[in-house]
């Protein structure tokens, strides 16, 4: 995100008037508004704000944002938000994917935006499936699913976004899902971090892959098997009668029971956004045995991609002419004629010829 | 040109001024042949000749010591009349060891002279460049003019007062070279020695070698003149207009055209690039003029090149990308988007040959059917194709003004050959070029409304900038309504906006064709595009010199075609078009004027010599019908081939000590 003065929104101002066309009941509803709600209150400027996206049902997204957008192509969104942050850098850049758009087919350029640290805010909308194309099984899909193109049940291994992020080197990595009420906290976090900041976000693809997450998401249940982090608070869940410590013999987190809130004794874990050993840990944490981590992951920033290329062109520049009638004429050159008129050292500053008019 | 020297012997009395002059240095990577030849093209462009280059350098960035493989190159063609190729064979060949000697030799002119340094043909290096016998002994050379001397020795002894060891003292061998080839051509010594001044600026005693041996090498040739083939040759200066002249190669030409350009319509340049040759020299070029509002991005693969650029444009820079055929190859979706969004965008294609990796260090033409229509969908774009360096330059300004003027993604093609050619340019004026200022919309176009998709008088969309208050709107590669640009699927829309697309670039407005040799109608149009320029234009000199009709068309605008250029095409019997691939160009011009344009293709990675392109003319005037174009073989005279030795990447794996770097 980017220091800015904030600027007046209600949620209505970031609606456009085209119609929504995802599937009834669709997760990316939740999310549509979720940012809806997210960008009023941190005051973000609509004629500031660029929505970029790949393909997919997701990538649909920048058509309803009232703001500026970009619906590019099938997982190239990163390359093409990192040319736009690199234009301009006071643009706040929001970009969209899939798990097709931004795990298969973008999977190189989604390595390289985080690795580069370009600063935007980068939403995977993990539906474990691609939806537009209707329904096969995708990079992030489980073994076994059953697709169009999986008739039998997948058998690959699949890919986990927010470890591929921060392996990637991300330095801002952040988990929620479509209808939870603290998703706009982690879009929050996501945009006050100075650089790239991954977002996996679990969406519901009612049509083709209906409810897969219903097993941490559905609220029935919900305290004990999501564990929501908060820096500087022990990694508790279950209403606090369950957290997280390190088990220090085989070197890996365990759940352990906490009574009567003495997770001291218990030696629970204190969540420090800024530690990348915890973080490693928890995108790695296997749901089932363990809650599933939620919240803000891993939030340390490093100076960004196009800070450094600022720098350095003020660094390159620094006492180097720029007139070009100059610059055409360096090197091993010589005169034809007496009294040709020598085209550099004679040039007035708006570098025409000598006596011509100023073309400014 | 190179003809007068080579029909008659150097030492004829009447050669003593000929019009052109080819010579070729030739000695191991480690001899200094690319500063020998970089000097000497220098003096001869200070002496008022006009010149062209070939600098021929091994694959390998350190071979093995006078191997084969370990040759570098580099040939210099100069005249008193205009020069345009770097000339079909040298004239004199200066072999600084046995393996020069061998795979250089092959293109050497009957009768052309040899100058060998006979203290490099030790047992040892005539061994490691598979010679069983010493050839300046065994009469194997006696087509030619050998002069053979201990270049090795004079260099040690003139460079004695300097105390150097035996190693320091025989580097200065280039430059007694160089001295005997000033002395040859009758070229001042000055400049040469105020450069060594300055290269060896706090190290006198290199200095004063280096010019020692410079002077001894020039003192011998007024010695040896007095016997042996060696002989004084004066060539004329090139009647040129007045001005400051520098020399340039390809790759900086676009680099510093695409700079002006961008200053031209007054905005910020980004490049996004990945490596691949011949086109990385053009993001090294780049990357090191930032202080003009140049912004480079090597990106992670070809596709993230392209897209950065096109994003770039979308925020408001000039977005470029460069590649050659493969890289080209990915970023045609993306080229798509950018037609789609209507968004400015230059693209230059360093072509190679092809396909796949193909030859990637050799040129070809055969990425024109790609550039004009090889995108999914009916997906028009302009090509501007540059004919020589020094025309990139422009070629790369007129690519910019399309892009911006019509907001369209514009690709520029040149190739490997013009990248790394050398030639004399007259630096022009930047205030001469017509500016082309982009206008930003700031204000809603349509009462209160935004119509993103609103086409001016030229066919061009606006241009907006994302943060301009009151112009959010979205844009992306579905088919957009027309005017307001939402999605819009329906029938009629998507053939309005096709025909809309495709009538933005056929209106494109660019000059109309000129004849730059010969009448503009009669029995023969030799019709180009690209390198070719330079043999087919002494071609047809030559052959119009003889008397025969012929004229020369040499086609800057692709696509769209120039107005004019059917009609002109129609006002000649015979349509003949010289391509370095299987006849693409061809297809292009018959299909959109159906004339009976013949191809005359050659797809050996070696451009055209003259001496073929005359042959191929004198076939439309001998009387005997249907034997023009045709197709011309790979000619073995030409440098560089694996037979002559030299390694481009076919010698066989045990004289390998390397890997290919040139992918
Ligand atoms: C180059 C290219 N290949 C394939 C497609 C077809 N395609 C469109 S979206 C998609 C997958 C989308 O999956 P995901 O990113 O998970 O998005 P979702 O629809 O699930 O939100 C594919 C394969 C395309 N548009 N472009
Ligand atoms: S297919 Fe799935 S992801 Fe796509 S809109 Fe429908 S429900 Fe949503
Ligand atoms: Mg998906």
Same mark, same amino acid.
């Given at each position: 995100m980017n220091d800015m003065t904030p600027f007046a929104t209600t949620l209505k101002d970031w609606e456009t008037d085209q119609e929504v066309r995802w599937c009834p009941g669709c997760g990316d509803y939740a999310i549509l508004k979720a940012v809806q709600r997210t960008l009023p209150q941190i005051g973000a400027n609509p004629a500031t704000t660029v929505f970029i996206s790949g393909i997919g049902c997701s990538s649909r997204f920048p058509y309803y944002m009232e703001s500026y957008g970009f619906h590019t192509i099938h997982g190239r969104a990163p390359a093409v938000a990192t040319g736009v942050k690199l234009a301009n850098p006071d643009l706040d850049i929001w970009l969209v994917t899939g798990d097709g758009d931004g795990l298969s087919i973008g999977g190189n350029h989604l390595m390289h935006v985080l690795r580069r640290n370009v600063n935007m805010q980068i939403m995977l909308f993990n539906n474990e499936i691609y939806g537009l194309t209707k329904g096969q099984y995708s990079p992030t899909s489980r073994e076994g699913t059953k697709s169009p193109s999986t008739p039998l049940g997948s058998y690959d291994h699949p890919a986990r976004p927010a470890a591929f992020a921060l392996g990637a080197g991300a330095r801002f990595v952040g988990r929620g899902f479509d209808v939870s009420k603290n998703l706009p906290e982690v879009l929050k976090a996501a945009h006050a971090h100075q650089g790239a900041a991954f977002i996996e976000i679990f969406q519901n693809c009612v049509v083709y892959n209906k409810d897969v997450f219903d097993d941490f998401a559905q609220p029935k249940g919900a305290e004990d098997r999501q564990l929501?982090?908060?820096?500087?608070?022990?990694?508790?869940?279950?209403?606090?009668?369950?957290?997280?410590?390190?088990?220090?013999?085989?070197?890996?987190?365990?759940?352990?029971?906490?009574?009567?809130?003495?997770?001291?004794?218990?030696?629970?874990i204190v969540h420090d956004v800024t530690n990348r050993s915890i973080a490693h840990m928890l995108v790695e944490m296997p749901f089932g045995p363990f809650p599933m981590a939620l919240g803000v992951l891993y939030d340390d920033p490093r100076p960004t991609f196009e800070a450094a290329v600022a720098e350095e062109r003020v660094k390159s520049s620094a006492g180097k002419d720029t007139n070009l009638a100059k610059l055409l004429g360096k090197g091993q050159s010589w005169t034809v004629g007496d009294n040709a008129a020598d085209p550099v050292s004679t040039r007035p500053p708006g570098q025409g010829e000598p006596g011509a008019a100023d073309p400014r | 040109m190179a003809t007068q020297a080579a029909e008659r012997p150097l030492n004829s009395a009447a050669s003593e001024n000929p019009e052109a002059v080819v010579v070729r240095f030739a000695g191991d990577s480690g001899d200094g042949m690319q500063l020998t030849g970089g000097q000497f093209t220098l003096s001869t462009a200070l002496a008022g000749n006009d010149l062209a280059t070939f600098p021929d350098f091994p694959a390998e960035i350190r071979a093995p010591q006078g191997t084969l493989f370990g040759v570098s190159a580099f040939q210099i063609n100069f005249g008193s009349t205009a020069i345009e190729t770097a000339g079909d064979a040298p004239d004199v060949l200066v072999?600084?060891?046995?393996?020069?000697?061998?795979?250089?030799?092959?293109?050497?002119?009957?009768?052309?002279?040899?100058?060998?340094?006979?203290?490099?043909?030790?047992?040892?290096?005539?061994?490691?460049?598979?010679?069983?016998?010493?050839?300046?002994?065994?009469? @194997?050379?006696?087509?030619?003019?050998?002069?053979?001397?201990?270049? @090795?020795?004079?260099?040690?002894?003139?460079?004695?007062?300097?105390?150097?060891?035996?190693?320091?003292?025989?580097?200065?061998?280039?430059?007694?070279?160089?001295?005997?080839?000033?002395?040859m051509f009758d070229r001042p010594r000055g400049p040469i020695h105020d450069w060594l001044n300055a290269k060896f600026k706090g190290k006198p005693e290199l200095a004063g070698a280096n010019i020692a041996a410079l002077d001894a090498g020039h003192a011998y040739g007024e010695t040896a003149e007095l016997s042996g083939p060696l002989k004084q040759l004066h060539v004329e200066p090139v009647e040129s207009a007045p001005g400051l002249y520098r020399t340039i190669t390809g790759a900086e030409a676009i680099s510093l055209g695409l700079v002006a350009g961008a200053q031209l319509a007054e905005l910020p340049m980004f490049f996004g690039g990945y490596p691949i040759t011949p086109a990385s020299a053009i993001l090294h070029h780049l990357a090191r003029l930032k202080e003009f509002g140049v912004t480079t991005f090597q990106a992670e693969d070809e596709i993230a090149a392209i897209c950065a650029a096109i994003g770039a444009s979308y925020a408001g820079q000039l977005g470029v990308t460069s590649s050659s055929g493969p890289g080209i190859a990915l970023k045609g979706e993306a080229m798509g988007l950018a037609i789609m969004t209507e968004l400015p965008l230059v693209i230059v294609n360093s072509q190679r040959g092809g396909p796949s990796t193909g030859l990637p260090t050799k040129t070809e033409q055969s990425d024109l059917y790609q550039a004009v229509y090889g995108r999914n969908g009916d997906a028009p774009m302009p090509v501007v194709s540059a004919r020589s360096p020094g025309d990139a330059f422009e070629c790369a300004i007129e690519a910019c003004r399309i892009a911006v003027q019509y907001m369209t993604p514009v690709m520029l093609l040149t190739d490997g050959y013009i990248a790394n050619a050398a030639e004399p340019w007259k630096v022009p004026d930047p205030a001469r070029f017509e500016p082309f200022p982009v206008t930003f919309l700031d204000a809603p176009n349509d009462g209160d409304n935004l119509l993103p998709y609103a086409r001016d008088f030229k066919g061009a969309r606006p241009w907006i900038k994302p943060g301009t208050p009151g112009l959010m709107h979205r844009i992306g590669g579905i088919e957009k309504a027309v005017d307001t640009g939402h999605i819009d699927y329906s029938p009629s829309n998507h053939q309005a906006m096709t025909d809309a697309r495709v009538g933005k670039i056929a209106g494109v407005s660019v000059p109309d064709q000129d004849v730059c040799l010969g009448e503009t109608s009669g029995t023969l149009a030799v019709v180009g595009w690209g390198s070719t320029f330079g043999p087919i234009h002494q071609a047809v000199r030559r052959a119009r010199n003889r008397g025969i009709d012929v004229s020369h068309i040499h086609v800057r605008h692709i696509w769209p075609l120039p107005a004019n250029l059917g009609e002109l095409l129609h006002g000649f019997d015979h349509v003949l078009v010289p391509e370095m691939n299987t006849g693409q160009f061809k297809t292009v011009l018959r299909d959109q004027f159906l004339v009976d344009a013949r191809p005359l293709t050659k797809t050996s990675g070696q451009p055209f010599q003259i001496a073929e392109l005359e042959e191929a003319i004198g076939k439309f005037f001998d009387g005997i019908p249907g034997n023009e174009g045709g197709e011309v073989d790979a000619n073995l005279q030409q440098l560089p081939t694996p037979e002559s030795g030299h390694d481009d990447g076919t010698l066989p794996r045990d004289l390998r000590l390397h890997h290919d770097r040139d992918n």
């Open positions: 929501w982090l908060e820096h500087g608070q022990p990694m508790l869940f279950a209403g606090g009668t369950q957290g997280i410590a390190l088990d220090r013999e085989a070197l890996r987190l365990k759940v352990v029971p906490v009574t009567d809130g003495d997770w001291q004794s218990a030696d629970v | 072999a600084m060891n046995p393996a020069a000697l061998k795979t250089n030799l092959q293109a050497l002119k009957p009768g052309g002279l040899i100058i060998a340094d006979t203290g490099e043909f030790t047992k040892r290096n005539l061994e490691k460049a598979k010679y069983a016998a010493n050839p300046l002994d065994d009469g @194997s050379l006696a087509k030619w003019q050998v002069l053979a001397f201990d270049i @090795s020795a004079q260099t040690v002894e003139a460079v004695k007062p300097f105390g150097l060891g035996n190693k320091d003292a025989l580097r200065c061998k280039n430059m007694w070279t160089l001295g005997l080839a000033l002395w």
